[in-house]
DNA sequence: CGAAGGCTTTGATGTAAATCAAGATCAGGA
DNA sequence: TCCTGATCTTGATTTACATCAAAGCCTTCG
């Protein structure tokens, strides 16, 4: 089974802190296609919309390279991002007509696509399709978990500093560096994205910024260069909780 | 295959619309065990503790009756419930060694256990339990997502008549009625789990309680019995995107 | 170059929910 | 029966964040 074995050597190309999911995008949709006819590639520009949600949906779909944000929408226009979706990140659902959300690129991105019903056979007949679907489905449940605390709990500023935390790692991760000590990127979102990310109004989280540059936990080159220059620091501003697992 | 017809004329015991899902909980548990040897039972009294973030867990479970809640908690005590487990719904995950969550029985309950490591490899030879949780997953998955939206955008009254509209539903389900017109249930948590679902204080659940019931959304008898006389009202104080499907 | 339109920041003010603080209600046990 | 403690309600006050408003900063496009 050399195929099989090219394909664990590909997934060992790095582990996303984040996600705690194999970030190798190529490698994931190649393995989750198989047969080169049911699958497809789309381009999408920087703010364009993948789809609706309500919208027919005839495909699943992985993320190649890009960004690209779930959002729920009450009637009145009051926004919330559900999902954040990197590359080798999986959206649309086996068994499901339509876009349960909103669907659009941040930045300019590169899906690949498989033919609903074709995939949905290859899900019957591929066991190990389901098997690896359900590890990331958990992931993401586990990630949506966390997310949901930060929405209860956290003030402006703890959500702030974890969601900095968040795109610091797994852009140390898209680099193969551990984020210790001083650690430097872009934010992939505006101000707006950043709030309907975290239950919060762009005053506000431009605010808070304002706030965590003045106390020099970050730093700001422009509105979207951020360098954290201690990285534990972010994490206490982040008020997570540290003893998970150290305890029992 | 008489097994597998039994199967599925068990799972049309009802179809559960809080989280879509086959509610038959003996069946759930005896399809996914099949070898009676791994799988036992567990009983916990209301606000036991079932398993501690951290500990070590050596089995996965499913609900059998009455309901658990997986729970959150930063350093300094502030608490977010992060799932609520009703008969038939799965706690656990394969291929991690300790719990994530606080999993407390809110009511007497009891669960169906599996040890992990005969679970897992069923998972593996037994393709149909990989499928099956997949499913089971991604349900749970839209719940924690219409959740966020809850937690980062709704106002208060709005997230008591949406806890309210969730119990209202799974208790109609049960019962195997929709839920239209006058609907009446015990509610199964205290003000305090309510407040730990919503991300509120408990003094504020209470005022709003009692702000439903002045309005005349609810009538309450005693602190738990709550009726409904119109659901659709209900809904509307909810704040519920309606057009979710219909628009594309 | 200068106007136009996104983003972003910052300030002033308002308000929903948190916090602090009594009491009320109820169930169970001596 | 009356305590005792848990749970719940209600009131007074504070506060974190939202809302409203204005102006600053880039980019780009005429």
Redesign the pocket.
């Known amino acids: 089974m050399p195929m099989q074995d090219m394909h664990h050597v590909h997934h060992e190309c790095g582990d996303c802190p984040i996600r705690h999911r194999a970030v190798c995008a190529r490698c994931e949709a190649d393995e989750l296609a198989r047969l080169e006819q049911i699958k497809y590639y789309r381009s999408f520009q920087a703010?364009q919309t993948v789809i609706w949600s309500g919208d027919r949906m005839d495909f699943v779909a992985s993320v190649v390279t890009g960004i690209a944000t779930l959002t729920q929408t009450l009637e009145d226009g009051r926004r919330q991002m559900v999902g954040l979706l990197l590359p080798s990140d999986f959206v649309g659902r086996p068994g499901r007509a339509t876009a349960a959300y909103d669907v659009t690129a941040t930045t300019d991105l590169v899906m690949c696509c498989f033919r609903k019903k074709p995939f949905e056979d290859m899900m019957i007949t591929t066991p190990h399709v389901a098997q690896r679907l359900l590890e990331m489905t958990l992931d993401e449940l586990d990630a949506a978990r966390e997310w949901m605390l930060l929405l209860g709990r956290?003030?402006?500023?703890?959500?702030i500093a974890s969601l900095l935390g968040i795109i610091a790692r797994r852009d140390a991760t898209l680099k193969l560096k551990a984020p210790k000590g001083a650690v430097t990127f872009d934010?992939p979102l505006?101000?707006?994205?950043m709030?309907d990310y975290l239950?919060?109004?762009?005053?506000?989280?431009?605010?808070?910024?304002?706030a965590l540059k003045r106390d020099g936990v970050i730093l700001?080159e422009?509105?979207?260069h951020v360098t954290i220059p201690d990285f534990d620091r972010l994490m206490e501003e982040a008020g997570d909780d540290s003893d998970g697992g150290m305890l029992g």
């Open positions: 703010g956290k003030t402006a500023r703890e959500k934010l505006t101000r707006e994205e709030a239950g919060l109004t762009l005053e506000t989280v431009s605010r808070q910024m304002s700001l422009g509105k979207r």
